[in-house]
T-cell receptor
């Protein structure tokens, strides 16, 4: 158990809908990273937050947004969902920004029908 | 459930043998290179990292080698065990923890 929690575990929704994925980092970790893992594209970095502030953006679509709250949990919002958004979404946390040892949560499996 | 794509390169090794998993990277400006292990139905798990100014680093049963001349990274696992069966990803880190770029992964299958 990495200490990172993600909810929900599974989510099934229809095209055009909006969903929110939630991540709670390990106790004491200030950085949260979001990743998308799909069958055809592997693990893609989406966005990184540190202590409430956005620090880096990867291949994140404009339909997707994220935020990190004062209690350090983070939410990833996915809107106008398309079939191609079906994937596993992972969050990971580290204690700071200059660390490579990320602790990954168990993931949320999103299925868009 | 499955955690990665169906068409990954696969390495099959006999239990007790050594495994070598290879990775080519693209950005010579990366600061760190990292290896992760992902078991079925779980999130990736950090194994070991190496700073870009090093060429070798050893951990418990694992060794990472970095060849910057040919932009190649390898993970060696000694005395491979059934519990080592998983998908292994290499990742490049730029900007000291800001961005991570993952490779496509290699599936390691340990044969009894």
């Amino acid at each position: 158990d990495s200490g990172v929690t993600q909810t929900p575990k599974h989510l099934i929704t229809a095209t055009g809908q909006r969903v929110t994925l939630r991540c709670s980092p390990r106790s004491g970790d200030l950085s949260v990273y979001w990743y998308q893992q799909s069958l055809d594209q592997g693990l893609q970095f989406l966005i990184h937050y540190y202590n409430g502030e956005e620090r880096a953006k990867g291949n994140i679509l404009e339909r997707f947004s994220a935020q990190q709250f004062p209690d350090l949990h983070s939410e990833l919002n996915l809107s106008s969902l398309e079939l191609g958004d079906s994937a596993l979404y992972f969050c990971a946390s580290t204690i700071g920004t200059g660390r490579t040892e990320q602790y990954f949560g168990p993931g949320t499996r999103l299925t868009v029908t | 459930g499955e955690s990665v794509g169906l068409h990954l390169p696969t390495l099959s090794v006999q239990e007790g043998d050594n495994s070598i998993i290879n990775c080519a990277y693209s950005n010579s400006a990366s600061d760190y290179f990292i290896w992760y292990k992902q078991e079925s139905g779980k999130g990736p798990q950090f194994i070991i990292d190496i700073r870009s100014n090093m060429d070798k680093r050893q951990g418990q049963r694992v060794t990472v080698l970095l060849n910057k001349t040919v932009k190649h990274l390898s993970l060696q696992i000694a005395a491979t065990q059934p519990g080592d069966s998983a998908v292994y990803f290499c990742a490049e880190n730029k900007n000291y923890g800001q961005n991570f770029v993952f490779g496509p992964g290699t599936r390691l299958s340990v044969l009894p």
